[in-house]
């Protein structure tokens, strides 16, 4: 973890706890072996700030508009090996609006990719 602030979001705890869930399970399943995945939790601008990153291959710059439709999975060879079916970035973007934050995903092939979300302060 490279930054950790107490703070405080208002929300529904069972919902948040989902979109933690599944963007750390992402961050888990598409990184490269051995590589490695950061959280931090920091105050930016009156917001709760969120980040999880790995060092997975990247996401292309053509398919990262794409990331939070649902069933879509930005790589096809992944399909048949890591498991699901599409719909955790969705999930996740409509807990995040349901919370008046926004979500962010950062990358680029055989970069860092960074999942963003900025939650408003209780």
């Known amino acids: 973890m490279t930054a950790c602030e107490e703070l405080t979001v208002?929300?529904?705890r069972h919902r948040l706890r989902q979109l933690l869930l599944n963007l750390t399970d992402n961050?888990?399943?598409y990184n490269q072996r051995k590589g490695t995945?950061?959280?931090s939790l920091r105050r930016v601008a009156g917001n709760a700030e969120v980040a999880?990153?790995?060092t997975g291959p990247g996401i292309p710059a053509?398919?990262?508009?794409r990331v939070f439709d649902p069933f879509f999975r930005a790589d096809a060879s992944h399909s048949q090996t890591v498991e699901g079916c599409g719909?955790?970035?969705s999930i996740a973007r409509w807990i995040v609006t349901a919370h008046g934050g926004t979500i962010q995903?950062?990358?680029g092939p055989n970069r860092l990719t960074t999942a963003t979300v900025?939650?408003?302060l209780a």
Do not use: F, H, M, Y
């Not at 053509?62 to 508009?65: C, F, V």
């Open 118 to 120: 900025r939650l408003p």
């Open 87 to 89: 719909l955790g970035l």
């Open 105 to 107: 995903i950062t990358s």
């Open 37 to 39: 995945v950061t959280l």
């Open 52 to 54: 999880i990153a790995n």
């Open 10 to 12: 208002t929300g529904d």
């Open 62 to 65: 053509e398919t990262l508009p």
């Open 27 to 29: 961050a888990i399943k």
